[in-house]
């Protein structure tokens, strides 16, 4: 009912800079949060960043500093800004969203993760 489309990857040098952003379609969604992790090949999927609906932000360690996690309201989108970007950041990079559909006995909670949109840097 709800999809996340990522978009905004691609191949960077180290020291560039990307926005990445996710746009949530579908059936009316009441988000409770809405986010970005990222999983490396061989590695586990790590925690990024976390916008609430109160506008709370939480940033995971690994880009705490280098990244920026915003919401643009009129186009319905989320960005991820990442910048001073390290070869260590390639990763798929995933948007997720946590939040629920319908009300009553209709009432749905959804967590939806997009398809992801790969991230290389390079030396």
């Known amino acids: 009912q709800v999809q996340l489309v990522e978009s905004g990857g691609g191949l960077v040098q180290a020291g560039g800079s990307l926005r990445l952003s996710c746009a949530p379609s579908g059936t009316t969604f009441s988000m409770n949060v809405i986010g970005w992790y990222r999983q490396a090949p061989g590695k586990q999927r790590e925690f990024i960043a976390h916008?609430?609906?109160?506008?709370?932000?939480s940033y995971g360690v690994s880009m705490q500093g280098r990244c920026t996690i915003s919401r643009d309201d009129a186009k319905n989108l989320v960005y991820l800004q990442m910048n001073s970007l390290i070869p260590e950041d390639t990763a798929v990079y995933y948007c997720y969203a946590d939040g629920s559909v319908g009300r009553g006995q209709s009432y749905v909670h959804l967590d939806v993760w997009g398809q992801g949109t790969l991230v290389t840097v390079s030396s």
């Open positions: 916008l609430s609906k109160e506008g709370s932000i």
